[in-house]
């Protein structure tokens, strides 16, 4: 059974024989029989949803979407956060993955730290000193100044801000959602050089062999941070939240899950009802492949950020990262394990000051072409393989 309480101290679940999210309660057809050995398999985007799907351009006529007044954005390039203990939180970032590319005493007095990670953005991540914990929102690339412009004119956004003090530069607005949420966009920030990539693991399988006289060997210490890809909500009002950033933004739903609701009964009513409580999203740039989601929401009793995610290399780069986030003592929230949706082998830890932190590998990609898909929500939603979904994970 599920632990009722996040665990304090070192990894509750480092060597630990934990059960598995699912269990064998259905009975899967394969082309080997029913099943007892597992299967897997890169299917279409289209044979993986299934029928109960609908095309985007559909879907947004429906909910009276119109994509010319969105504003455009590009990619997810850094978190915003303010922690109490900045020297504390730093030694976690580290830990996680991240390097420092900068660090200042506004004039204010302060203190601010930029961490990047190996790819091209100059930061994926931005802490600042402050009385206690807060989250400052994601920060969203956008494809021009006019369309920063143009969000400055949505109710509520603050002016254009300089960020010249700043890593690359550029410009930034400051939004809040219906539930006070910040969101951000930049324009104008110059690219950082690209790190060195790590290189590519060959693997052996049963039939394809390229290893021959090479050896796998590894070396011990943090997972490197490439690039922010997703963050998180948790919200109150979703069908208002979910409006607001589908007609402000690009957003485009890649998944919705749904709870039944009963039939009210009476005439013209069949059977149960469906109400959608979360939603994964990407950025709609067309033709061009994107993450499966950058941002997600998902109902919940109480408002508050969930947590933002870091793409890794690869499947041992996150059991590497894990040992030695472990070995740190600091406390494992969920994994190593295979979500269902987006397909991302993920592990969430808690960060120093109690926000929830990710490492991704192998995640989806998808386009326009890729219809909205929709599943029932629970447990069993979330992983194919993994420790058991702790109870504190889904609050």
């Given at each position: 059974?599920?632990e009722?309480t996040?665990?304090t101290?070192?990894?509750a679940?480092?060597?630990?024989d934990r059960p598995?999210?699912?269990?064998a309660?259905?009975?899967?057809?394969t082309p080997?029989?029913?099943?007892k050995?597992?299967?897997?398999?890169s299917?279409t985007?289209?044979?993986?949803i299934?029928?109960?799907?609908?095309p985007?351009?559909?879907?947004?006529?429906?909910?009276n979407?119109d994509?010319?007044?969105?504003?455009?954005?590009?990619k997810?390039a850094?978190?915003r956060?303010?922690?109490p203990?900045l020297?504390k939180?730093?030694?976690?970032?580290?830990?996680?993955?991240?390097?420092?590319?900068q660090q200042?005493?506004?004039?204010?007095?302060?203190e601010?730290?930029?961490?990047?990670?190996?790819?091209p953005?100059q930061?994926?991540?931005?802490a600042?000193?402050?009385?206690?914990?807060a989250?400052?929102?994601g920060?969203?690339?956008?494809?021009s100044?006019?369309?920063?412009?143009?969000?400055a004119?949505?109710?509520?956004?603050?002016g254009?801000?300089?960020?010249s003090?700043?890593?690359?530069?550029?410009?930034?607005?400051?939004?809040?959602?219906?539930?006070?949420?910040?969101?951000n966009?930049?324009?104008?920030?110059?690219?950082?050089a690209k790190?060195?990539f790590?290189?590519?693991?060959l693997?052996?399988?049963?039939?394809?062999?390229?290893?021959?006289?090479k050896?796998?060997?590894?070396?011990p210490?943090p997972?490197?941070?490439?690039?922010l890809?997703h963050y998180?909500?948790?919200?109150?009002?979703?069908?208002q939240?979910l409006?607001?950033?589908?007609?402000?933004?690009?957003f485009?739903?890649?998944?919705?899950l749904?709870v039944?609701l009963?039939?009210?009964?009476?005439?013209?009513?069949e059977?149960?009802?469906?109400?959608d409580?979360?939603?994964?999203?990407?950025?709609?740039?067309?033709?061009d492949?994107?993450?499966?989601?950058?941002?997600?929401?998902?109902?919940n009793k109480t408002?508050?950020v969930?947590?933002?995610?870091?793409?890794?290399?690869?499947y041992?780069t996150?059991h590497?990262?894990?040992q030695w986030?472990a070995?740190q003592e600091?406390?494992?929230v969920w994994?190593?394990?295979r979500?269902?949706l987006?397909?991302?082998i993920?592990?969430y830890?808690?960060?120093?000051?109690g926000?929830?932190i990710?490492?991704y590998?192998?995640?989806d990609l998808?386009n326009?072409d890729t219809p909205?898909?929709?599943?029932?929500a629970?447990d069993?939603s979330?992983?194919?393989w993994?420790?058991?979904?702790?109870?504190?994970?889904?609050?």
């Amino acid at each position: 059974m599920a632990e009722t309480t996040p665990p304090t101290g070192s990894s509750a679940q480092w060597g630990a024989d934990r059960p598995v999210t699912l269990d064998a309660h259905g009975v899967l057809s394969t082309p080997h029989g029913d099943v007892k050995p597992n299967v897997g398999a890169s299917i279409t985007d289209i044979d993986a949803i299934g029928p109960n799907s609908e095309p985007l351009p559909s879907w947004q006529k429906r909910n009276n979407i119109d994509p010319a007044r969105q504003v455009r954005l590009v990619k997810l390039a850094h978190m915003r956060y303010q922690h109490p203990d900045l020297p504390k939180i730093t030694t976690f970032l580290k830990d996680f993955g991240m390097h420092v590319v900068q660090q200042r005493t506004a004039a204010d007095g302060t203190e601010q730290i930029w961490f990047a990670g190996y790819g091209p953005d100059q930061y994926v991540y931005y802490a600042q000193s402050g009385p206690e914990k807060a989250f400052l929102g994601g920060t969203y690339e956008v494809e021009s100044y006019a369309e920063l412009e143009k969000a400055a004119r949505i109710e509520g956004a603050s002016g254009i801000l300089d960020l010249s003090d700043a890593p690359g530069g550029g410009h930034m607005v400051t939004l809040r959602d219906p539930e006070g949420f910040a969101i951000n966009v930049m324009f104008g920030q110059t690219e950082a050089a690209k790190g060195a990539f790590p290189e590519k693991v060959l693997l052996n399988d049963e039939s394809a062999k390229p290893r021959v006289r090479k050896f796998n060997r590894y070396t011990p210490g943090p997972a490197a941070v490439h690039k922010l890809g997703h963050y998180g909500l948790c919200v109150q009002d979703f069908d208002q939240q979910l409006q607001w950033y589908t007609r402000n933004f690009n957003f485009a739903p890649t998944d919705f899950l749904y709870v039944p609701l009963p039939s009210e009964g009476g005439k013209g009513t069949e059977g149960p009802q469906k109400k959608d409580v979360a939603v994964f999203a990407h950025i709609d740039r067309g033709e061009d492949a994107v993450d499966h989601h950058t941002f997600f929401m998902s109902t919940n009793k109480t408002a508050h950020v969930h947590h933002c995610s870091f793409e890794v290399h690869d499947y041992d780069t996150q059991h590497l990262g894990h040992q030695w986030l472990a070995k740190q003592e600091y406390t494992s929230v969920w994994g190593i394990g295979r979500h269902i949706l987006g397909s991302q082998i993920f592990d969430y830890w808690w960060d120093t000051t109690g926000n929830m932190i990710e490492h991704y590998a192998d995640g989806d990609l998808v386009n326009k072409d890729t219809p909205i898909g929709w599943g029932s929500a629970g447990d069993e939603s979330l992983a194919v393989w993994g420790p058991e979904v702790p109870k504190w994970f889904l609050e």
